[in-house]
Every structure is written in structure tokens, then in C-alpha cells.
């Protein structure tokens, strides 16, 4: 598709824009200047044509036929391997990974009938090891929700109490995996969203080290945030999955040059005498969030810890409260220039990109910004805001302070092997309905996240393991190690999986008042 050539009157409020006056004589000279500058955009298209992927033959998808939960978007039957170290499970992909030749709606209008060409990196990794794809799993508006309230598709339900939110922004992935209506899922995670619903719907939830697990072919937030991870209802399975899921691919400068993976199911010895655990003080009593019962059972998972053998002892860390505003920023001015003004991936990044995504998002993104959530428009609107008037200074800040957020936390760590705390001060709260107003529905989608965002910032591993029950609902214990060692997170949560003699499923009633057709 040849590039349009500017004519005068576009150059002319092209450089309005950019405050520069020129007049008819120096319009006149730069029109044929930039029509030939763009021609070089022409042969590029051409370029990439001979080299674009195109999607695999054979791929079927069709509508869940049962979706009580409302948490499927597609369903599938993907198997490319017969063998391998998930053979015979089954796996729900968030649906802002893509799956080549299967729509991925981002829970977005933005994004209502694209369908990729190419599968992510994990995809690929999944069907080598001989996973089959079952679906794909409900997400947030752009993923931009700590709850499951903001899709187009409709609400994702709780299994624990349908009326409830089940977390976001992977919410239809912990939701499933909850329900036991996969074995295994795929989350991701920028402020909290693996950790989250994971929390609020009682399974396992593992946030690895930034760079770890490749991101590419997930539709971005913000690149020094974006995460994608295991969810499941064992810690074994979340080692499994890491295992298949982290090492370099080769696309993606997240990750270090010098990466190394580690035998994460290896690492569940059972044997966890002598580690140091350090209870973040600053985790708990958040003033006007904190739920007691909360506190109280994540105090009690840290004691029983000590059972096995681990030294636990209280400490306080003040730049763990600091760390919600360097993230705040970040997510805010940052997903503003990439996600939103960017096409989701942005400019400047010496990584694989979309380009018919980019290209399909920044033409629909215009055409339904009014149907976005109340979350991603409030990103917009001041993240715009912060960078037209401020020019990016307070992201820079952000960015630099990101740095010192790390630094605190390795400080901790260099005297213990983990830290713990409540994944979310709050167990899971009713499903904001469609009359309710905007304040109401942006509080309940971001107000659990100060004890998760943190180490999106930092990038430190993180795994929400169930704690308990508070009123009946999943109360999350969040292990945090040091950066890539995600196998030591893993071998404390296995350590209390198994003191506790596993995590509970929902019970059985709760999925029954919902009919066939709920969701």
C-alpha cells in the first residue's frame, strides 16, 4: 500500500504543531523534499512483504460454547508435539499473547478483529513441549485492571463467589485454572496482573524476574514493566511452566545477554532449613486498605514457615511504600507514550515488533477511545497531561528512582533469602457493575496494588501462593526473592504447600449459581 505524499496545507499543520511558521515558498520547497523521503517507505512495505510470517494452515477456533465464568474469549485445541514436558495438559493463553490465526481481543474494542500471523515466543515454547492450547483467556481493557470488570466481553467471575471480581488483568486465566477447567495458564503481569487474580482466586501465581520469560508477541504496556508467567494450582506446575517458558529467545532486549535459567522443578527439594525470610512490615496495616483478617493469615503462613525450618524475623523496609508513586509515574506517563500514543509498542526498541498489530491498533484506537475503560482513560488523559506540560521530566525521575527502589530490596536480600508479605492487602470485592460510577469503578481497579507494583519496578521475582481464607475468600501470601532467583521463591512456596498439605479448590456450590449461559 503506497504512502500517501503530504500535500502544502498537511506540512503546513504538521509544522504548527511543532511550532514552526513557514510560509508558502518554504512549503512549497519541502513538499517534494518529503515526498521523496516517504518513498523509502514504500520500498520498506515491499521489503517486508517478501519476509512477513504468515499464519499456520489449519488453525481452528470457535466461540465457548459454555463460559459460566465469562472468562473464555476463543476456545482451541492447538497440539503440535506429542511428547514433551506437558504432554496432555491443557493451557489457557492470556489473551494479549498472541496465538497465530486466533483473534486476540486484548479485551479491547481496540483491538476487536485482529487476528496475529505470528505465535509469541511462549506459544511456541508451549506447543514444543507438548502442551495443547484450550483457549483464549479473558484480560482487562488493554490489561490496564487490578479487577475483572473492564472487559467488552463482560465480567470474569470469581469461582470462589461468582458475584465478586476475580482479579485482573489476567483474570480469566487464574478464573479457569481455579475452576479446574485447564491445568495450566498463561498471565501477565506490569502492575500485579499474574499475582492478582491468582491472590483473589486462590491458585498459584509466579511473577519471574524482569527479562526472564521472553515477552515477545504480547501486546506491551510498558517495557521496562511487561512480564508474562505461569498460573496454576500447584507450585510444581508453576515450576514446570517456568521451566518451559524462561531463556533467551533472541527478540527481545528485556532480557540479558548473559541469561541463565535454572532447574526450577529441580529446585523443590522440600528442603528449606536454614533459609532466612524477612516479614516486610510495610506490607501490612495499609491505612484505609488493610483487611485484619488478611494480615492476620499471611502472619500465620509466615510463622508456620518457621516449622520447616526457616529463620523468620520482622523487618521494615520504608521504600516499599515510596515505590507505588515511582510506579505510578511510570505506568502512567510511560504507557501513555507506548501503549497508547505509541500503538502499543512504541518507537526506539531494538526488539521484534508487529507491525500489522501497530497498524490495526492506532487506526481502531481513534475510532473507539470512548469505549475504552475508565482505568486506560485515565492514563491517557494525565499521563498527556504530565507529558505536554512537564516534557517527560517526572518519568525520567521515575525511571532514575526505579534504580533505588532495587536497591532497597537488594539490601534486604543480602541478609535474607526472601521476603514476605500479602500478595493484596484485601481479598476479592464484589463485581463493579455497569450503573456504578466512574470513581467507584477506577478504585476497585487499582486499589489492591500496593504491595504488587513495587517489583514490577524493581523486576524482582515474585510468587503468590493461597494463605488461608478471610470471610470465606482466598486470602495470597507473596514470596519475593532476589532477582533470578526465581528458583528459591519457588522452593519456599513448595515448602508451605506442602506444610499446609495443599491449597483448597472453591467449593463446589459456587459455580452452580451461575447457569450455562452466565458471564
Request: negative net charge.
Amino acid at each position: 500500500m503506497a504512502v500517501d505524499v503530504p500535500g502544502k496545507d498537511e506540512l503546513a499543520a504538521i509544522a504548527r504543531g511543532y511550532g514552526m511558521h513557514l510560509g508558502e515558498e518554504d512549503l512549497a520547497s519541502f513538499e517534494p523534499l518529503v515526498g521523496g523521503l516517504l518513498s523509502s517507505h514504500d520500498a520498506v512495505e515491499e521489503l517486508y512483504a517478501e519476509t512477513a510470517p504468515q499464519a499456520p494452515d489449519g488453525r481452528s477456533w470457535s466461540e465457548p460454547a459454555e463460559n459460566a465464568l465469562g472468562a473464555w474469549t476463543v476456545r482451541t485445541e492447538l497440539r503440535e508435539a506429542e511428547d514433551g514436558p506437558l504432554a496432555g495438559r491443557t493451557v489457557a493463553v492470556k489473551d494479549n499473547i498472541a496465538v497465530a490465526g486466533v483473534p486476540m481481543m486484548n479485551g479491547s474494542r481496540t483491538l476487536e478483529g485482529f487476528v496475529p500471523s505470528r505465535d509469541a515466543t511462549v506459544v511456541t515454547r508451549l506447543l514444543a513441549a507438548g502442551a495443547t492450547i484450550a483457549g483464549k483467556a479473558v484480560c482487562e481493557d488493554l490489561c490496564f485492571s487490578g479487577a475483572s470488570h473492564t472487559s467488552v466481553t463482560g465480567p470474569v467471575r470469581n469461582p470462589w463467589d461468582p458475584e465478586r471480581t476475580s482479579g485482573g488483568s489476567s483474570s480469566g486465566s487464574a478464573a479457569l485454572v481455579a475452576a479446574g477447567d485447564v491445568d495450566l495458564a498463561l498471565g501477565g503481569d506490569q502492575g500485579g496482573s499474574i499475582r492478582i487474580p491468582s491472590a483473589f482466586c486462590g491458585v498459584v501465581g509466579h511473577k519471574p524476574t524482569h527479562g526472564l520469560v521472553p515477552y515477545t508477541g504480547a501486546f506491551p504496556i510498558e517495557f521496562t514493566l511487561d512480564h508474562l508467567g505461569p498460573i496454576s494450582r500447584t507450585v510444581e506446575d508453576a515450576a514446570l511452566l517456568l521451566g518451559v517458558l524462561a531463556g533467551r529467545d533472541g527478540w527481545d532486549p528485556r532480557q540479558p545477554a548473559d541469561l541463565r535459567t535454572q532447574d526450577y522443578l529441580g529446585a523443590l527439594t522440600g528442603d528449606v532449613s536454614g533459609l532466612r525470610a524477612a516479614v516486610v512490615g510495610e506490607g501490612f496495616g495499609i491505612p484505609g486498605l488493610s483487611d485484619p483478617g488478611v494480615d492476620q493469615a499471611v502472619r500465620a503462613a509466615a510463622d508456620r514457615l518457621s516449622e520447616a525450618g526457616m529463620q523468620v524475623e520482622e523487618i521494615s523496609v520504608p521504600w516499599h511504600r515510596h515505590a507505588m508513586h515511582v510506579w505510578n509515574v511510570i505506568a502512567t506517563d510511560g504507557a501513555t507514550v507506548q501503549m497508547v500514543d505509541g500503538n502499543g509498542y512504541g518507537y526506539n526498541w531494538d526488539g521484534l515488533y508487529d507491525p500489522e498489530l501497530m497498524a490495526f491498533y492506532g487506526r481502531r484506537r481513534r475510532e473507539v477511545a470512548d469505549q475504552w475503560s475508565e482505568t486506560v482513560k485515565l492514563v491517557a488523559l494525565g499521563g498527556r497531561y504530565s507529558l505536554d506540560n512537564h516534557h517527560g521530566r517526572h518519568y525520567a525521575m521515575a525511571r532514575n528512582l526505579a534504580f533505588e527502589v532495587r536497591r532497597h530490596y537488594d539490601e534486604a536480600l543480602a541478609s535474607f533469602d526472601v521476603l514476605l508479605m500479602p500478595t493484596l492487602p484485601i481479598v476479592a470485592t464484589p463485581l463493579v457493575g455497569p450503573s456504578e460510577p466512574r470513581e467507584t469503578s477506577i478504585a476497585r481497579a487499582l486499589e489492591m496494588l500496593p504491595n504488587t507494583a513495587p517489583f514490577d519496578v524493581s523486576g524482582h521475582p515474585a510468587t503468590s501462593v493461597p494463605a488461608g481464607l478471610s470471610g470465606g475468600l482466598p486470602v495470597g501470601l507473596m514470596i519475593v526473592g532476589g532477582r533470578f532467583q526465581d528458583a528459591t521463591c519457588l522452593r519456599v512456596a513448595h515448602a508451605y504447600e506442602s506444610l499446609v498439605g495443599g491449597f483448597p479448590a472453591p467449593p463446589e456450590g459456587a459455580r452452580s449459581v451461575l447457569g450455562p449461559a452466565a458471564g
